[in-house]
């Protein structure tokens, strides 16, 4: 095996043992914050490293460019989805916040709607 090979393989084998890793770490914490927890290295270590993996593998061809723009997908859309899942979670838990103000020198109050 070539270097270029044995440095895909490893890879892989990183990318792939980081998925699972989180899939189960999803799967064993009880919390919806504990869980978010797992999704940051699945889409950042696990993706980059399976991305890095198919560009040994293919170069920039049309795999490694996919794979590479699938990782910068996840890249910058998981922050966006984790702090909407984190808010929709409060919510849920806590009710929506509202201000209610009459006019602007009166003190602002924060009400939580609890269920």
Same mark, same amino acid.
């Given at each position: ?51 890095? +993996? ?18 910068? +997908? ?9 702090? +909407?899942?984190?808010?929709? +979670? ?26």
């Amino acid at each position: 095996m070539t270097p270029r090979a044995v440095a895909g393989t490893v890879l892989l084998v990183l990318g792939v043992g980081t998925e699972l890793a989180c899939c189960v770490g999803v799967l064993i914490m009880r919390g919806v914050y504990d869980k978010l927890h797992y999704t940051a290295p699945a889409t950042t270590l696990g993706a980059f490293a399976i991305a890095g +993996a198919v560009l040994l593998r293919s170069s920039l061809l049309q795999f490694g460019i996919k794979a590479a723009l699938v990782a910068l +997908a996840l890249l910058i859309t998981n922050p966006v989805l984790t702090h +909407a899942t984190a808010r929709a +979670a409060r919510i849920r838990r806590f009710g929506a916040w509202t201000i209610q103000a009459e006019d602007e020198e009166v003190e602002v109050e924060v009400e939580v709607e609890r269920p």
